[in-house]
């Protein structure tokens, strides 16, 4: 039989071990969330600039057209009063002609707002999608909170507790001595 000493020893160095390879375990865990979590950050916040660079695209592209547009619109305007002096074309026909083509400039321009508008919500929806996903990737990386050596001291100490109750012998009576099995003590 093993000296309960020896065992005890044993346990309780190994109880020891455990702990240190369940807290480096623990340790090497959140160290990856950590780095996974870093990576993440780092891949949202390009994210985020690349589609606020986007936004910024969309709003100059916007600006080149209303520009096309208003140059278009003074050729037009241009051209249609040079052709009605030309006829000697004058007054409320004059006017009409005049006024279609600012009013044909403004629903091109609402056109051209409309999709201006479409595209930043767009943008936006996706900045949000984003941002939901990278938070849910963030928040569903693997956590470990670090053991307790209270835990794996108790294991050692239950197993060496067992282990001297088999090893010692048990009590017994001296042989000369009486016992007594009234409960109010008489022989």
């Known amino acids: 039989m093993c000296n309960p000493y020896a065992y005890a020893a044993f346990q309780f160095g190994s109880a020891y071990v455990q702990y240190n390879n369940a807290k480096a375990k623990a340790k090497m865990t959140n160290d990856a969330a950590y780095a996974t979590a870093e990576r993440t950050r780092n891949e949202a916040i390009y994210t ?5 660079k986007k936004k910024s695209v969309e709003y100059d592209k916007t600006a080149a057209e209303k520009f096309k547009l208003a140059l278009e619109e003074k050729k037009k305007k241009g051209t249609a009063k040079v052709m009605l002096f030309e006829r000697g074309t004058q007054g ?15 629903v091109a321009f609402n056109i051209v707002d409309t999709n201006y ?15 939901r996903q990278f938070t849910n990737q963030i928040l569903s990386l ?21 282990m001297f109750m088999q090893t010692s012998a048990p009590s017994t009576p001296d042989a000369g001595k009486s016992i007594n ?3 109010d003590g008489s022989t």
């Open 181 to 183: 099995f009234n409960p």
């Open 142 to 162: 693997p956590m470990a909170s670090k053991p307790s050596f209270g835990l794996y001291a108790l294991n050692a100490a239950a197993n060496s507790s067992a």
């Open 117 to 131: 508008e479409n595209a930043i919500i767009s943008i936006e929806d996706s900045r949000l999608a984003y941002n």
């Open 92 to 106: 409320n026909v004059f006017d009409t002609v005049i006024n279609d083509i600012s009013r044909n400039k403004g």
């Open 48 to 52: 985020d600039i690349s589609l606020q």
